[in-house]
């Protein structure tokens, strides 16, 4: 059983639409991070938010951290062929230096 | 992936056979762990490594042992590989507790 219940899955989109990628839990996180992997590369850190209700902006993509810290949402304006990847979100547990993942979402951005 | 870097990058094994997975930072983290990724399943911690020298167990450490003998290096080895050992390991190092890791570029392994 996943810690971290990541959806949907799979995305396919059209380059222009907008789309909302969650994550969620039963449990509190002291910080929860989004990654981003393309692939044959290592996950990349898009951003951690740590304080419930942050929201952060980078670009296009804002994210969000729930209230309770449970949970989080990644939303994509406007999306973009080179947004394509996967997208992983990770809380983190005991003292902030260990991550849990979720499953990850597939975005395909089609032009 | 600066600053992390993981040997080799891709490796098939016979079961039963042994190796050893590379990482080496060049960040001065304390901070190391090993992961593995399956499809459907996200990255699950094998082993971490607090400071040179501690190593501790991650929610699927069977069949892996781990050194951390320096600051900069963090070595995963497969005694007796299994095909269920099949997958794409990921080494990271903490930036800092509650800001994120960085990533190697993985070893895709194979164990026919």
């Known amino acids: 059983t996943q810690l971290l219940e990541q959806s949907p899955q799979f995305l396919s989109i059209q380059e222009g639409e907008n789309l909302t990628v969650y994550c969620n839990s039963s449990?509190?996180?002291?910080?929860l991070q989004w990654y981003r992997q393309e692939p044959g590369e290592g996950p990349v850190l898009l951003v951690t938010v740590v304080t419930g209700g942050e929201v952060k902006k980078l670009k296009r993509l804002t994210f969000q951290f729930g209230d309770a810290r449970k949970d989080s949402s990644l939303h994509i304006t406007a999306a973009q062929p080179g947004d394509t990847g996967l997208y992983l979100c990770?809380?983190?547990?005991?003292?902030?230096?260990?991550?849990?993942f979720g499953a990850g979402t597939i975005l395909r951005v089609k032009s | 992936n600066a600053g992390v870097t993981q040997t080799p990058k891709f490796q098939v094994l016979k079961t039963g056979q042994s190796m050893t997975l590379q990482c080496a930072q060049d960040m001065n983290h304390n901070s190391m762990y090993w992961y593995r990724q399956d499809p459907g399943m996200g990255l699950r911690l094998i082993y971490y490594s607090a400071s040179e020298g501690t190593t501790d167990k991650g929610e699927v450490p069977n069949g892996y042992n781990v050194s951390r003998l320096n600051k900069r290096e963090f070595s995963l080895r497969l005694e007796s590989a299994a095909p269920s050992q099949t997958s794409v390991y990921f080494c990271a190092i903490l930036l800092r507790p509650n800001y994120g890791y960085t990533f190697g570029s993985g070893t895709r392994l194979t164990v026919v």
């Open positions: 449990s509190v996180f002291s910080s």
């Open positions: 990770a809380g983190a547990i005991g003292y902030g230096n260990k991550l849990v």
